[in-house]
């Protein structure tokens, strides 16, 4: 590992996660694939790695699901991790007696260092990620929350602090909606939860529009050296165009103003119907100036990945730090030149990548230093290589 840019996982130690019973895996390369029949697990291990971040993961199951079917009680994911300054050691786990609290991360422990944090949040100052799924390959299509949950980990990357404050506006947007089902909503009190939801939105909208930004200008300079397709990218949100057009405090007054205005038809609805929750990410296939839905599904995935490549690379590039990166099933149906310009791109970028595919042979254009595992019914042997 010779970038010192890098985030990497030098150990991963799986105990009752999905179908590992326990695991201690061992990680000295920055390119990692793993290969093996479907069912062996391999996502399973690229989700555990997920789970170091806030949030639920790639598969974003809840925690109560995750555990060995065997050993339903409990489940814990620990992991050795080289940051360009220090090591650190980061833990998470759930069980069925800490589950019974309340709360959307309910039952879920993390630990830094040995140290017992807060809550998931804590994670987001040491480990950056981005990852890629299948279910993913239609994202452009797809519903507009799939694309604003993606937009908003590609922030993240740029912005630790980003998750928190999505965090703390659903709650308190969440707060709003129960009490305007009130037959006498306290008047005082609603007002001070749209000034809250106000203040975030904003916050949340202005890292958005700042990293899109920074990914847009990234894309434009790179983009003829790049394998995949390059997309041009916006927001379309009226938080973000407020925050586009105006200071942040009058971005708030004016959002508050709309949330009061809004009472009515958002208690009919049992929903806010304004804010950055109703935002979308919007792509175009740069080369074929063709919005990214109407494109065909192999021209979607080629142009997810360029993305993901370039949010990395812009990452690097701003925050001097590679994102680890999740990136499953990815060369099942990319040609070999694809192949050999994905595997090109994560070398130089020096981020630790993750890779699955159910064919060994997908992986044979990697360069030596890379490491290639045989899952198996949830054990791992390392391959050996010419």
């Not at 105990?15 to 390119?31: C, E, I, K, P």
């Not at 791109?345 to 230093?369: I, K, N, P, V, Y």
């Amino acid at each position: 590992m010779t970038d010192s840019t890098g985030l990497a996982l030098t150990r991963l130690t799986l105990t009752n996660f999905r179908n590992y019973f326990g695991l201690r895996l061992d990680v000295s390369a920055r390119l990692v694939a793993l290969s093996g029949p479907n069912g062996a697990g391999k996502t399973n291990l690229l989700e555990a790695i997920s789970l170091l971040t806030p949030g639920r993961g790639l598969r974003g199951a809840s925690f109560d699901e995750l555990a060995n079917l065997q050993n339903a009680a409990s489940w814990a994911i620990a992991a050795e991790v080289r940051t360009p300054h220090h090591e650190v050691k980061l833990g998470t786990g759930w069980s069925v007696a800490a589950g019974e609290a309340d709360g959307p991360s309910a039952g879920r422990l993390v630990l830094i260092d040995g140290h017992l944090q807060k809550g998931p949040g804590a994670l987001a100052e040491y480990m950056r990620m981005l990852w890629l799924t299948p279910a993913m390959d239609r994202l452009f299509a797809g519903p507009a929350g799939d694309r604003r949950r993606f937009l908003d980990r590609l922030v993240a990357t740029f912005d630790p602090e980003h998750s928190s404050r999505v965090a703390v506006f659903e709650k308190v947007m969440r707060e709003r909606n129960l009490l305007l089902q009130e037959p006498r909503a306290d008047a005082v009190w609603l007002s001070s939860l749209e000034a809250h939801m106000a203040e975030a939105s904003v916050a949340i909208a202005a890292a958005r529009l700042a990293a899109v930004e920074a990914l847009q200008k990234h894309i434009h300079e790179t983009r003829a050296a790049s394998a995949f397709p390059w997309g041009e990218i916006s927001i379309d949100g009226e938080i973000e165009a407020l925050v586009s057009a105006m200071p942040a405090v009058r971005a708030e007054d004016e959002y508050r103003r709309m949330l009061a205005d809004s009472r009515f038809p958002d208690r009919a609805a049992g929903r806010a119907l304004k804010g950055t929750h109703r935002s979308d990410l919007i792509v175009v296939h740069g080369p074929k100036s063709m919005p990214a839905a109407h494109c065909s599904t192999g021209e979607q995935k080629a142009l997810l990945i360029g993305l993901i490549l370039a949010q990395a690379r812009a990452v690097k590039a701003v925050a001097n730090l590679s994102p680890v990166l999740l990136l499953d099933e990815v060369a099942a149906h990319l040609d070999r030149q694809r192949r050999e310009g994905l595997f090109a791109t994560l070398e130089a970028l020096g981020s630790q990548a993750w890779m699955t595919g159910t064919d060994g042979h997908l992986f044979e254009g990697l360069g030596r230093g890379a490491q290639c595992f045989h899952v198996e019914a949830g054990t791992l042997a390392e391959m050996k290589r010419n």
